[in-house]
T-cell receptor, first 116, second 113 residues
């Protein structure tokens, strides 16, 4: 079974621009979560989507947004990019049980975003 | 506040020696605990997880971890380290909903020959 895929793998943008990152979950996984990884702050949760709805959100400004499509693929968008948004953005997918709880999160390779 | 502490930022171990990476957590609910490994430029690979039951869990690549509720710890161990184990290791905690993992800052493992 194919793993989580993320595109693109690398991005270079300038301050003020916006960017869209894409994540395709493992087949059958309906929950997608996004994390930001930086040397200073480590791994931080951005948000989680299930059934095209955001169920949980981390402590990030409104410039960070996401969505999920009916095929469970997800995108995240960052508007008005700042230098501090340079990071590795990781997507994770997981099964969702009938209770609504999720199983283990499996991560993709990440998208490395550099903001100049 | 919910948190995960990995006290060791960097550890160097000789090839063939044993390894123990420490992880302490602070979590109000019943914790689900994970260890992930990250090689440079890569995503996170799941090593093992603890949901319930036997407090000693086995993972991939010969790793194991022991959950000690009284000490709020979930330390990762390996009896004999290989050079290919050099990477960054992250401990994480989640809840039954499992949607938002809280990660430690990570421990970088170097393996010397």
């Amino acid at each position: 079974k194919a793993g989580v895929t993320q595109t693109p793998r690398y991005l270079i943008k300038t301050r003020g621009q916006q960017v869209t990152l894409s994540c395709s979950p493992i087949s059958g996984h309906r929950s997608v979560s996004w994390y930001q990884q930086t040397p200073g702050q480590g791994l931080q949760f951005l948000f989680e989507y299930f059934s095209e709805t955001q169920r949980n959100k981390g402590n990030f400004p409104g410039r960070f947004s996401g969505r999920q499509f009916s095929n469970s693929r997800s995108e995240m968008n960052v508007s008005t990019l700042e230098l501090g948004d340079s990071a590795l953005y990781l997507c994770a997918s997981s099964l969702v049980w009938t209770s609504g709880n999720t199983d283990t999160q499996y991560f993709g390779p990440g998208t490395r975003l550099t903001v100049l | 506040a919910q948190s995960v502490t990995q006290p060791d930022i960097h550890i160097t171990v000789s090839e063939g020696a044993s390894l123990e990476l420490r992880c302490n957590y602070s979590y109000g609910a019943t914790p689900y605990l994970f260890w992930y490994v990250q090689s440079p430029g890569q995503g996170l690979q799941l090593l093992l997880k603890y949901f319930s039951g036997d407090t000693l869990v086995q993972g991939i690549k010969g790793f194991e971890a022991e959950f000690k509720r009284s000490q709020s710890s979930f330390n990762l161990r390996k009896p004999s380290v290989h050079w290919s184990d050099a990477a960054e290791y992250f401990c994480a905690v989640g809840d039954q909903a499992g949607t938002a993992l809280i990660f430690g800052k990570g421990t970088t493992l170097s393996v010397s020959s």
